[in-house]
């Protein structure tokens, strides 16, 4: 798996980037189904060196989540397609 980047991509595209994070982006879905907080998921998924409390840690976890949420909106298509 590629490192983890501050923001996730927002292109209207699967990217490489999306390809090898995909089980980071259904484990924040199921989080967020679970109902946990951002505070417990980010040690959890994004390093436990993350202060959860932090500004850059939250942004990081609110873009992967949004792109969790367009890939499970319709961004999945195109890995079921193969693009």
Do not use: C, K
């Not at 989540?65 to 367009?70: E, F, G, I, T």
């Amino acid at each position: 798996m590629t490192a983890l980047r501050p923001e996730a991509p927002t292109v209207p595209v699967l990217t490489d980037y999306d390809r090898a994070h995909i089980r980071l982006y259904l484990r924040l879905i199921d989080a967020e189904r679970a109902g946990a907080a951002p505070a417990e998921v980010i040690p959890v998924l994004f390093g436990a060196g993350n202060d959860p409390a932090s500004p850059e840690a939250l942004q990081q976890h609110r873009s992967h989540l949004d792109r969790a949420r367009w890939l499970v909106a319709g961004g999945s298509l195109q890995l079921i397609a193969g693009r």
